[in-house]
């Protein structure tokens, strides 16, 4: 059976820069919650990355409410892998010129698995708020069903948009190469 695991942000690692919340050129804050609707975008600008934190930059990290920059080495990575279903949108960061990248996960597959997961919590009428019930709350060791991934390698599960999920052979290609700033989680 295939194997997948959880794209994530190593805060571990010491000295590292964090990124704050997109701009666009007038430093308008760009909605970041639309980098997780699955659906290419077009956003009108180069959206552009401050630094919360100074520090050595990474070819991978997550931005404000995990959005995944990248660097350049990571789109080339993707591409020699030929991994479909996820658009890299150009993007700057302050500090570090360069080629950088939001990661646009296109694929959004309804594929949990509650029973494997370490624990679901639901919205209830209880916590009054009508336009979520029903829908996920939170998601602790996350599990997913491989059976209902299909060719997809790249990721986001439907009702837990916030993680992001590669195959095996993404993970093993990333690690191969050294790309800096991943931790994995099998999910």
């Known amino acids: 059976m295939l194997r997948y695991y ?16 997109p701009l666009d050129e007038r430093k308008h804050e760009i909605d970041p919650w639309q980098f997780k609707d699955g659906t290419i975008l077009e956003l009108g600008c180069v959206p552009r990355f401050p630094l919360d934190v100074s520090g ?4 991978f990290s997550w931005a ?34 360069g080629s950088w990248y939001i990661l ?8 949990i698995d509650d029973a494997r997961s370490g624990e679901v919590q639901y919205w209830k009428p209880e916590d009054n708020r009508p336009d979520k019930l029903g829908e996920y709350r939170a998601v602790h060791g996350l ?10 390698r790249i990721f986001r599960p439907r009702g837990w948009r916030v993680a ?7 993970k ?3 690690e191969s190469v050294g790309l800096t700033g991943t931790r994995f989680v099998e999910a």
Request: net charge negative; hydrophobic share 45%; glycine share 4%.
């Open 143 to 152: 599990r997913i069903d491989p059976s209902k991934v299909g060719d997809a």
């Open 164 to 170: 992001l999920i590669i195959s095996e052979d993404i």
């Open 64 to 97: 404000a409410l995990s959005i995944p920059v990248v660097h350049e080495r990571f789109v080339r990575l993707f591409e020699r892998l030929h991994v479909d279903g996820v658009q890299f949108i150009p993007a700057q960061t302050e500090e570090h010129p």
């Open 172 to 174: 093993q290609a990333i």
């Open 6 to 21: 959880q794209l994530l942000d190593d805060m571990r690692l010491p000295g590292r820069w964090l990124l704050g919340s």
């Open 104 to 111: 646009n996960a296109l694929h959004i597959l309804r594929c």
């Open 56 to 59: 050595t930059p990474l070819d």
